[in-house]
């Protein structure tokens, strides 16, 4: 079993709907990972062994999804220096404005990289953890280039429907 590369960590099932789409992205480019449900204000004393176990484990990037208040991003970001990529989750009261101000409003000192709220937050943080790894992986690299060149085409073949 290859070492895993990036731990993709969400405060509670029903986080998983959105942040499969992550996984989706990892799994495309065979980058080895992990999914799991890692809840801040339910396990903090989970959330914090997992922070601080991320370097020593080799982890080069963390992809965190929350909610509501959504402190699991910048939590974990407090006690590692691994990047931590933030997925503020649609919540069903505000619409996952509240997880994006969350993760995003970070005070200065301690970054989390913040991503669209919902599914394409997800799968563009996946892709940001797989550039990062690609700086030092030129097959990898090469594979990200061609997956982009693979969707301008998708794009240059979108045709539009008649007006009405
Ligand atoms: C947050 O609370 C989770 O990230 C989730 O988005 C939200 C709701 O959790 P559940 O009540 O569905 O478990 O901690």
């Known amino acids: ?3 895993i590369q990036v731990g993709v960590v969400m405060g ?6 959105t942040m499969q789409h992550a996984v989706a992205i ?18 903090p004393d989970d959330m914090f062994a997992y922070a601080e176990q991320a370097q020593p484990r080799g982890l080069r990037a963390i992809i965190a999804g929350a909610g509501g208040a959504a402190h699991l991003p910048g939590m974990l970001a407090a ?14 009261h505000l619409q996952g404005v509240d997880s994006l101000h969350s993760i995003v409003q970070m005070p200065k000192g301690v970054p989390v990289a913040t991503f669209a ?12 953890a797989v550039a990062l790894l690609a700086a030092g992986d030129a097959q990898l690299a090469e ?7 693979q969707q301008t085409q998708a794009a240059r073949q979108m045709t539009l429907p008649p007006v009405g």
């Open 117 to 128: 709220i919902g599914a394409a937050g997800a799968a563009n943080a996946a892709l940001f």
């Open 143 to 149: 594979r990200l280039a061609a997956w982009r060149q």
């Open 1 to 3: 079993m290859p070492d």
């Open 12 to 17: 509670s099932s029903s986080d998983w709907e």
């Open 79 to 92: 006690k590692t220096i691994v990047p931590v990529l933030g997925v503020p989750v649609a919540s069903r």
């Open 26 to 43: 990892l799994e495309t480019f065979a980058i080895p990972h992990e999914a799991r449900v890692v809840s801040a204000h339910r396990m």
